[in-house]
């Protein structure tokens, strides 16, 4: 029997959509106004279901907000969790600031909450920052230590190139009003993303790699 008409699976496929649809319709007003700006009635509205069946996945606004900070959470760590000792440090950074870009690009509203979260002392996700954040930069940190060991980058402290590759390619998704303000584009321009990419790699890379 084919999955598609088996009814646990169309109920399981179901429920994902659901919650998905939940959980976008969270991110984007919880990016506008904030954990405490946001109630369950305008989600619901928001996703399209009633607040009854929200409750049903999500039984508080908490949870549901710490579920779209987690799942942004992965999206933003993504791209570094892809750095590879075997790769070389220039092809791995270029890669990188290219992944982060696309990601401040097309999921600016993850970007925005994440910063919102930081900005009021992170205070539902601390634990994550403090453990697996601290471990996941560690880890990379290692390898960019050996980067710098194999002579392919300058001796800089590795956390202050992260920190300096987070700010740079989130600012674009972080102040996108001031940017289009400015420059009047945005990385939806696919003009502005590649001379933005070009910009960020030559002042990084040329800074960085021997």
Known sequence: MRDSKNPDTRRARA???????IMDAALTLFSQFGLHGTSLDRVAESADISKT????????????????????????????????ADQHARQAI???????LTVSRDHPHASKLF?????QGAPLLNQTLTTSLKQLVEEKSAIIRGWIA???????EPMHLVFTLWATTQHYADFGV????VSGSTLEDPRFFQQTLENLKKIILDGVCR
């Open 15 to 21: 429920a994902l959509k659901k919650r998905r649809a």
């Open 115 to 119: 910063c919102l979260e930081m900005l």
């Open 150 to 156: 194999a002579g392919q980058l300058a001796p800089v």
């Open 53 to 84: 069946n929200l409750l049903y996945y999500f039984p508080s606004k908490e949870l549901l907000y710490i579920a779209v900070l987690e799942d942004l959470l992965d999206i933003w760590l993504a791209p570094l969790k892809a750095f590879n």
């Open 94 to 100: 270029e890669h990188y600031i290219y992944l982060k």
């Open 178 to 181: 001031q940017i289009a303000a």
